[in-house]
């Protein structure tokens, strides 16, 4: 059989245990022959052994709606074949304890019936043996509750740490990801001082301001046009008179 069609059958085969175990916990309740102690007692036990048995059927309906490798699905499938064993287990205990009478599916396509003592019993009660079986049933009851307690504690605590798991390698891979942009900023912040300085160098080695004494010494004397310039008479040499007079 495929390991997913034996899942759908573990899955149907609680489902119509959930059924029957509505009629049971009705007998029980309408007994007014059992103490109200131990109806309330048996009622808790019910509730809680119900809630585990709708956990495992809803992790046999998760593992057939997701998509995994068949080395995935195979150990998956054991983990929860080792839960729905210990449900049935427990539920096997619980209807020999309350009505011996009824069986769980398993038992109805493995074994045959048990034959019980034939006895006379009213249609709304229950045998009268079932208070004696239910005190002496009533530790095992109790290992049920806190058994079956802890696996819920242990299922919600490996939920619990998958979320945390995620979130932190969500949280890792923001990190590496802030780490990235940060060396990129401060790259992009080095290129841009670089420029800056370079561009500096440039401006000042087409432009120096001159100081003011610098200035004052280029600047360029205005011609005064208009003015009148002085003329002076030159003497002639001795030399030149005496060429003068031998001509």
């Not at 005190?135 to 058994?147: A, N, P, S």
């Not at 001159?210 to 004397?221: D, G, N």
């Amino acid at each position: 059989m495929d390991i997913l069609e034996e899942v759908r059958e573990w899955e149907s085969t609680l489902r119509e245990e959930l059924e029957g175990l509505q009629s049971c916990k009705e007998k029980v309740e309408e007994d007014t022959s059992i103490p109200v102690q131990i109806r309330e007692r048996f009622v808790e036990v019910l509730r809680t052994l119900k809630m585990n048995m709708v956990q495992v059927m809803a992790k046999c309906s998760q593992l057939r709606s997701e998509s995994l490798t068949p080395k995935a699905v195979k150990a998956r499938a054991e983990r929860l074949r080792t839960e729905y064993n210990e449900t049935i287990k427990n539920l096997k205990k619980l209807l020999a304890t309350a009505d011996p009478s009824r069986q769980t599916q398993n038992q109805k396509s493995n074994v045959k019936a048990r034959q019980y003592a034939q006895t006379e019993v009213m249609p709304d009660k229950l045998p009268e043996n079932v208070y004696s079986v239910l005190q002496r049933e009533l530790v095992d009851l109790r290992q049920i509750i806190k058994r079956v307690k802890k696996d819920l504690k242990s299922h919600k605590h490996s939920e619990y740490e998958q979320r945390v798991e995620a979130l932190e390698m969500e949280n890792k891979r923001l990190k590496t990801q802030l780490g990235l942009m940060q060396e990129e900023h401060t790259e992009a912040l080095q290129t841009l001082h670089l420029l800056k300085s370079r561009l500096d160098r440039l401006e000042s080695q087409q432009y120096i301001p001159l100081t003011p004494s610098e200035q004052e010494r280029t600047k360029t004397p205005i011609r005064d046009t208009s003015a009148k310039r002085e003329r002076f008479l030159l003497k002639p040499s001795n030399d030149a008179e005496r060429m003068l007079s031998a001509t």
